[in-house]
Nanobody, 127 residues
Framework: QVQLVESGGGLVQAGGSLRLSCSAS??????????MGWFRQAPGKEREFVAS????????DYADSVKGRFTISRDNAKNTVYLQMNSLKPEDTAVYYC??????????????????WGQGTQVTVSS
C-alpha cells in the first residue's frame, strides 16, 4: 500500500519561509514517475490546489494565490517532492497535503485526479 508522508510544517511568522517534504513509505513507489501535487485545507474550507509538478519535472502549475512565492520541486535520488514556501502570509495557514496521480502525465489542479494522499502537515503563519 502506498503511503505518502509529509514533513516540515510548523509555526512561522508572516514573511518567513518553510519547506515541506513528501516521501513515500511502506511501498516501492517512485514519486519521480508520477504527477505530484500539493493541496491545503484551512478550517471550515474546502481542500484547495496549491501546486503540481509533472512526472518529467519540466512542467508546473500553481494557484494564483501562491505564484511567485511557492516552488514545487523533486529530488529523484531521494524520492522526495518539496514545496518551498516563501513570503508566507497568515492566509497560508492550513493543513498541507501531498498527493500523487498514479496515471497522469500532465499537471492537474483537480484533487479528484490524485490517487494517493498523505496525512497532512500543519502550517501556521502568525501575523
Amino acid at each position: 500500500q502506498v503511503q505518502l508522508v509529509e514533513s516540515g510544517g510548523g509555526l512561522v511568522q508572516a514573511g518567513g519561509s518553510l519547506r515541506l517534504s513528501c516521501s513515500a513509505s511502506g511501498h516501492t513507489f517512485s514519486l519521480s514517475s508520477h504527477v505530484m501535487g500539493w493541496f491545503r485545507q484551512a478550517p471550515g474550507k474546502e481542500r484547495e490546489f496549491v501546486a503540481s509538478l509533472s512526472w518529467s519535472g519540466r512542467n508546473t502549475d500553481y494557484a494564483d494565490s501562491v505564484k511567485g512565492r511557492f516552488t514545487i520541486s523533486r529530488d529523484n535520488a531521494k524520492n522526495t517532492v518539496y514545496l518551498q514556501m516563501n513570503s508566507l502570509k497568515p492566509e497560508d495557514t492550513a493543513v498541507y497535503y501531498c498527493a500523487a496521480d498514479e496515471d497522469g502525465v500532465v499537471v492537474t489542479t483537480h484533487k479528484n485526479e490524485y490517487d494517493y494522499w498523505g496525512q497532512g502537515t500543519q502550517v501556521t503563519v502568525s501575523s
